[in-house]
Every structure is written in structure tokens, then in C-alpha cells.
């Protein structure tokens, strides 16, 4: 049974189920207007006092405080060849938030070249210096 109608019949199942989405996402207007920056944009920042009550030492007195959990956080995902920008970056205004410096992040990154090479460790480097731009822009 052939469908004459299906100009996806035949093709590599992803490229057929990319193909529909794109036609599909054709469909809703609003679709041409979004982007990933624009989208970005509308998530938060956690306040530092509550990082500080769920992952610092609020709840658990003498453990790590906010600062250095993101801080580690950056390193992991450096770690992980820093591939999801929006998460990266977000990580970076978290960390901010919650007190770190410039010094803080581009060392906590660099560490991370002996382990993760110097590719992934640059392409941290780039995206963290994006939110650093925008954060002495918005001063």
C-alpha cells in the first residue's frame, strides 16, 4: 500500500519526521517570530537567598554554599563540552546571582581544560563572556 499523497513515503524516518515538523511549525504564525534568545530571555534568575535555602546552607548547615555549588556546576558542564548554550548561560547568571566574580567563572572554567581540553573549555569561556557582556551592558 502506497499513499501517492505522502511526500514523505520513502525518505530516512528523521528527515520524514524533521520534514513534518517544519511543515507543521509552518502552520502557527507566532512560530516565525520565536527564537531561542527571545525565549531565553523570559526565564529568571533564582534569587540568592533562595539558592542559598535549597542548595546551600540553609537546609544543610556546613555544606556547600550557593556560590560554589554553581561554580561546580559550571565546571561539570564545561566538562560536558559546554553544548547546551541557553543552560550554560543560564548557569553563569545563576552563579552570578549568587555572588560569584568574573575571576570566579573564568577560573572555574579554565581549571577544566586539563580535564576537558581546550575546545570545550573555550566554548565555555564564549558563552559565560555573552552574559558577562550582557550583565556590564545592563550596569
Do not use: C
Amino acid at each position: 500500500m502506497s499513499d501517492k499523497n505522502n511526500p514523505f513515503e520513502g525518505a530516512n524516518p528523521f528527515a520524514a519526521m524533521m520534514a513534518q515538523a517544519q511543515e507543521m511549525a509552518k502552520s502557527y504564525p507566532a512560530m516565525e517570530a520565536f527564537s531561542p534568545k527571545g525565549f531565553e530571555k523570559m526565564m529568571g534568575t533564582m534569587p540568592k537567598d533562595m539558592m542559598e535555602m535549597m542548595f546551600g546552607n540553609t537546609l544543610n548547615e556546613g555544606g556547600l554554599d550557593a556560590r560554589t555549588r554553581m561554580l561546580l556546576t559550571l565546571a561539570g558542564l564545561t566538562m560536558q563540552g559546554a553544548q547546551n548554550d541557553v543552560g550554560f548561560r543560564q548557569a553563569v547568571r545563576h552563579a552570578v546571582e549568587a555572588g560569584a566574580t568574573k575571576q570566579h567563572i573564568v577560573e572555574s572554567i579554565g581549571q577544566m581544560s586539563m580535564f576537558a581540553g581546550l575546545p570545550a573549555m573555550t566554548r565555555a569561556l564564549e558563552l559565560a563572556q555573552q552574559v558577562l557582556d550582557e550583565e556590564k551592558d545592563a550596569e
